[in-house]
């Protein structure tokens, strides 16, 4: 089992930017693909970005695409969301979440279904 805690959440103007951090205990890193999501209340959690166990491989939401991007530190055992140019619609708390994968190096998944665990989230908070 893994243990996920995010940090880095926050207030920001609109324009600005942050780097979401994701610190994985109890298990490596390396042997989850790792996901990003976003939930604001009242709405379902949504898809903001997946990496792959080998961090070769990243796919985003069409809104965040050119303005967030996911890496991973397998050594530190820490992923990464860097989110440039925020606007009001990236206010929701931040999901880290983490998928057991057997085999593949490359693959990379966006349904909140397929990840075994999750953090507590961090908020971000985008004013206008």
């Known amino acids: 089992q893994v243990q996920l805690v995010e940090s880095g959440g926050g207030l920001v103007q609109a324009g600005g930017s942050l780097r979401l951090s994701c610190a994985a205990s109890?298990?490596?890193?390396?042997?989850?693909?790792m996901g990003w999501f976003r939930q604001v209340p009242g709405k379902e959690r949504e898809f903001v970005a997946a990496i792959s166990r080998s961090g070769m491989d990243t796919y985003y939401r069409d809104s965040v695409k050119g303005r967030f991007i996911l890496s991973r530190d397998n050594a530190k055992n820490a992923v990464y969301l860097q989110m440039n140019v925020l606007n009001a619609e990236d206010t929701a708390v931040y999901h880290c979440?983490?998928?057991?994968?057997?085999?593949?190096?490359?693959?990379?998944?966006?349904?909140?279904?397929?990840?075994?665990?999750w953090g507590q989230g961090t908020q971000v908070t985008v004013s206008s």
């Open positions: 979440a983490a998928k057991i994968v057997g085999g593949s190096l490359r693959a990379v998944y966006q349904r909140n279904s397929e990840y075994n665990y």
């Open positions: 109890g298990r490596t890193v390396s042997n989850y693909a």
